[in-house]
């Protein structure tokens, strides 16, 4: 019997085919109306890269997003940085997502069984109808990788990859500390200070059984010195209560990717 080629071989492997239904949570077409013609500049392609160990789940800010000015922000190592594209770059990496390719390949894969993997998720509102594409599973795991279609490794790739030599460190215009109830907290509490906003803030939301409270950035180095003065198993009281709190870094029209799926 002649033995098989490895290109033979390869054309066997099975690739996964995307779950077109799974995506459905990012099929926002109101609030996108509304962010294309707001008067701040709408994105044009996110990537969205979850950990699933952070204290509140779907809290990541994305890793990368493009704005429809040119304005690009990215997730490094040290911190979050930005830049801006001239038209004809803009254009050309919206292009690179442009195919048909891109809309026959939406939807989720689910690449892998194991439990408390990242989700990556690439939106892509720069077409005339939008496409979603979302993978379970590490992007840095072979397994994971070799059971993926080409062009949407590709697709991910190119982003996970960008970086710009003349990018600047990005903050937003404002930083949200998450809060959620730390009743039995058994260390000394800190108390937040008065000259915040606290659970009545007018910008303070509500969120499940937590609050978002919004401080300028540029309060932002007295906030991790305030929150590190915190014991490892202490609270912050506010409003007589007490919680713990993890700050978050707020991207453009963000609900479009945050927000209720009934939107």
């Known amino acids: 019997m002649a033995a098989c ?17 799974q995506i459905a949570f990012f099929n926002r077409p109101f609030l996108l109306a509304e962010a294309r013609s707001s008067s701040t500049p709408s ?3 996110v990537l969205l890269q979850s950990d699933p160990w952070l204290a509140v789940t779907g809290s990541d800010s994305p890793a990368f997003a493009l704005y429809d000015d040119g304005t690009v922000i990215f997730r490094t190592k040290s911190g979050f940085l930005s830049t801006k594209l001239d038209r004809s770059r803009k254009d050309a990496l919206v292009e690179a997502f ?3 390719e891109m809309s026959m390949l939406a939807g989720r894969y689910s690449a892998t069984n194991i439990t408390d993997q990242p989700d990556s998720s690439l939106l892509l509102y720069g077409r005339k109808v939008p496409a979603y594409i979302t993978v379970y599973g590490s992007l840095d795991d072979e397994d994971v990788r070799s059971s993926l279609p080409e062009a949407v490794l590709t697709a991910f790739d190119r982003l996970r990859g960008f970086s710009s030599s003349g990018a600047q460190p990005w903050l937003p215009e404002k930083v949200e500390v ?26 303070t939301r509500k969120q499940g059984n937590g609050y978002s409270i919004f401080l300028p950035s540029s309060d932002l180095p007295a906030l991790r010195a305030f929150l590190g003065s915190r014991r490892e198993k202490g609270a912050i009281e506010i409003d007589g209560q007490k919680w713990s709190a993890s700050v978050r870094y707020p991207f453009p029209h963000e609900e479009l990717w945050m927000a209720s799926a009934e939107n």
């Open 98 to 100: 442009g195919g048909d």
């Open 43 to 45: 994105p044009l392609i």
């Open 178 to 203: 998450m809060i959620w109830p730390y009743d039995y907290a058994p260390d000394q509490s800190i108390m937040w200070p008065k000259r915040w906003p606290g659970l009545k803030g007018p910008a």
């Open 5 to 21: 080629s490895d290109s033979e071989t390869s054309e066997k492997h099975v690739l996964l085919k995307a779950d077109k239904s």
